[in-house]
């Protein structure tokens, strides 16, 4: 039987699926450390408009017209799009916005996936420099130690809204129309979490590429922002790490069976066959120790918004048991102050009367030692694991403790300082802890035509 002549449309999804799958065999090739993310985004044709692609996490989306006038025109633009949209991915950017402008975001996420891939040393994927970027660069790393999105976000907060613009325009690459509205959604974080070992099997894979990935000083930055990228989690999710399951006096009306009841009072009148159960299992923390280093390295406002987020959390989510017991260390090089407290009451209390006091150097084998002597005392008989809030330069304990522990670090544009391998690391964005700031400008989210890109 003779084929069906091909129609219009059916010859540019054909064509443009050919061109989107040479364009990722040539990136296989280029950076092979790199192949596994390269892969995990399936290529999907949108026929519904003519404009850039996006990703959601899991699918490229792209319309066959676009990526065949970028083919023909500036064919290098499209390989770049394409690993562009990767990195985004990559770098978990889609899903770290938290409380920040939409827009702003996206223009500093452009910033950093463009600033990379500038370095990476790539034939196909060179393109010229101009001034604006080359002074965009400049000015950006004289103010962020670590060009990734977080601090060179910070950075633009500062820009007038015509500056922003001038910036959207220079770096856009994507469009951002399918990343997630709420990031911190459960679907989105899931789909983060599967990124975020994505990026962990990109680090092994470059280690394991040796001279070819570590001569490039473009790989380098781009494994330090993967590294940045995999420590930043949710604060909420990660305290549900600390909750156990006991047992609490509050009704349980998932156990409790209303035919029975209703049986029971027809049927015998004030008898009711069941009764409504009194206690619960609830999944919350219930002895949890906070360290915070007072050295000289560590801002008391920071520490005092840190707390301050910590309480808001344990009395605003239902997170603490009612008698539970959370106990707040402040130590330098040794332990200079201590508080227990019994419930939410006493945490808003000593919030309000919060006074830091050390100011020494850092050594956190005090802490510990002192954690141990009240467990053994008696004060903490359920000690879910310990929460310590520092700058990571200090004595670290040679043995493990017999409870989880979790070093807090503040995000600075550095890559988070090495811990122990038994212990957690978590790096905290100091937008998430300071009071809510100034909005930023209002800028337009705007996507450019193939014809407006610049020649590579």
């Known amino acids: ?94 899903w770290l916005r938290s409380n920040r402008d939409p827009a702003l975001w996206g223009l500093a996420c452009d910033i950093a996936a463009e600033y990379t891939l500038d370095r990476l040393d790539v034939p196909e994927l060179r393109r010229p420099a101009g001034w604006l970027r080359q002074t965009t660069y400049r000015d950006l790393q004289a103010e962020c130690r670590f060009m990734a999105a977080g601090p060179i976000y910070q950075a633009l907060l500062g820009k007038a809204p015509e500056q922003l613009e001038a910036l959207q325009k220079e770096f856009f690459c994507d469009s951002h129309r399918l990343w997630p509205a709420d990031p911190d959604a459960p679907a989105a974080q899931m789909m983060g979490r599967q990124w975020e070992q994505l990026g962990r099997q990109t680090r092994i894979s470059m280690q394991q590429a040796g001279r070819q990935a570590g001569e490039s000083a473009g790989a380098q930055a781009l494994a ?156 903490l008989r359920d000690l879910q694991g310990v929460l310590y809030f520092t700058d990571g330069k200090g004595i670290y304990p040679r043995r493990p403790p017999a409870y989880q522990t979790a070093f807090l670090f503040l995000e600075d544009g550095a890559p988070p300082p090495e811990v122990p391998p038994w212990a957690m690391r978590l790096v905290l964005s100091a937008q998430e802890l300071e009071p809510a700031q100034a909005a930023p400008p209002a800028i337009d989210w705007q996507e450019w035509e193939a014809d407006e890109l610049p020649q590579l």
């Not at 799958?21 to 408009?49: C, F, I, K």
């Not at 500036?74 to 799009?81: P, T, V």
């Not at 923390?285 to 920071?302: A, Q």
Request: hydrophobic share 40%; net charge neutral; with cysteine.
């Open 1 to 94: 039987m003779p084929q069906r002549p091909q129609t219009q449309t059916e010859w540019e999804a054909a064509m443009a699926r050919r061109a989107m799958e040479l364009v990722r065999s040539e990136l296989y090739l280029q950076l092979r450390y790199l192949n596994a993310a390269l892969g995990a985004l399936q290529l999907t044709p949108d026929m519904a408009e003519d404009r850039p692609p996006a990703t959601n996490g899991g699918a490229l989306c792209y319309a066959p017209p676009w990526v065949l006038r970028l083919y023909r025109k500036n064919r290098r633009y499209l390989g770049r799009a394409y690993l562009h949209s990767v990195l985004h991915c990559l770098l978990r950017h889609p």
């Open 224 to 379: 330090a922002q993967v590294e940045a990228a995999r420590s930043r989690r949710m604060y909420r999710d990660f305290l549900r790490k600390f909750a156990v399951w006991r047992e609490e006096p509050r009704l349980d009306p998932d156990e409790f069976d209303l035919g029975y009841y209703t049986y029971g009072l027809s049927t015998y009148g004030d008898l009711p066959l069941i009764e409504p159960l009194e206690t619960r299992e609830s999944r919350k923390v219930r002895d949890l120790v906070i360290v915070i280093d007072t050295s000289e390295s560590t801002s008391g406002e920071l520490v005092k918004a840190f707390l301050r987020e910590t309480f808001g959390i344990l009395k605003t989510e239902g997170s603490f048991f009612r008698h539970g017991n959370l106990v707040v260390m402040q130590c330098d090089d040794a332990v200079r102050d201590l508080a227990v407290l019994d419930g939410p009451d006493a945490l808003e209390r000593y919030a309000a009367s919060l006074t830091l006091v050390g100011g020494g150097g850092t050594d956190f084998r005090p802490a510990f030692a002192r954690i141990d002597d009240l467990r053994a005392q008696g004060t």
